[in-house]
């Protein structure tokens, strides 16, 4: 009833690219799921807007029905992906909470200890994965090379474990 999606459409489609939508919906997810700590929260709440926006836009720019839907889907993909991220990074989201208890870990440090991994897979999958689908690179390409990265990210910026 408010026309929050004719509202994003209206602020996002004359000053970005179509191909940022999804990277921008998969930031913004992370920060809706952190800040509310629900995933299934999130996705009611960005579904109804990013779906619509994100076709508005691609539309509006003039892109063919085909692109136009590549982009759809990758929005889909991100609301998730952005959820589960956001989530999982929450101090009070309900997961993370009970993984804390299971674990008999101080809450604060299992969020800690958690959040700079999920963040660098963020990252990683929105730098290798989100932008490059959106711009039609397949996923058997991307994921590979989003594999790599974090490959590499562990060999030369891990610390082993052991004493």
Same mark, same amino acid.
């Given at each position: 009833?408010?026309?929050?999606?004719?509202?994003?459409?209206?602020?996002?489609?004359?000053?970005?690219?179509?191909?940022?939508?999804?990277?921008?919906?998969?930031?913004?997810?992370?920060?809706?799921?952190?800040?509310?700590? *629900? *995933?299934?929260?999130?996705?009611?709440?960005?579904?109804?807007?990013?779906?619509?926006?994100?076709?508005?836009?691609?539309?509006?720019?003039?892109?063919?029905?085909?692109?136009?839907?590549?982009?759809?889907?990758?929005?889909?993909?991100?609301?998730?992906?952005?959820?589960?991220?956001?989530?999982?990074? *929450?101090?009070?989201?309900?997961?993370?909470?009970?993984?804390?208890?299971?674990?008999?870990?101080?809450?604060?440090?299992?969020?800690?200890?958690?959040?700079?991994?999920?963040?660098?897979?963020?990252?990683?999958?929105?730098?290798?994965?989100?932008?490059?689908?959106?711009?039609?690179?397949?996923?058997?390409?991307?994921?590979?090379?989003?594999?790599?990265?974090?490959?590499?990210?562990?060999?030369?910026?891990?610390?082993?474990?052991?004493?």
């Amino acid at each position: 009833d408010m026309h929050t999606a004719d509202l994003l459409t209206s602020l996002l489609s004359d000053n970005i690219s179509p191909y940022f939508v999804p990277a921008i919906t998969l930031l913004l997810a992370a920060i809706v799921a952190f800040s509310t700590g *629900s *995933s299934w929260g999130t996705m009611a709440i960005l579904y109804p807007l990013m779906l619509p926006a994100s076709w508005e836009i691609c539309q509006a720019s003039g892109m063919e029905y085909a692109e136009s839907l590549s982009i759809f889907h990758n929005v889909v993909a991100c609301v998730l992906a952005g959820a589960v991220l956001g989530d999982h990074c *929450s101090p009070i989201s309900d997961t993370t909470i009970l993984s804390s208890l299971a674990s008999s870990c101080n809450h604060i440090d299992h969020v800690r200890t958690q959040m700079p991994y999920a963040l660098t897979v963020g990252l990683v999958a929105i730098l290798f994965g989100t932008i490059p689908a959106a711009y039609g690179i397949p996923f058997w390409i991307n994921i590979p090379i989003a594999i790599t990265i974090l490959y590499l990210i562990v060999q030369f910026k891990g610390r082993s474990t052991k004493s």
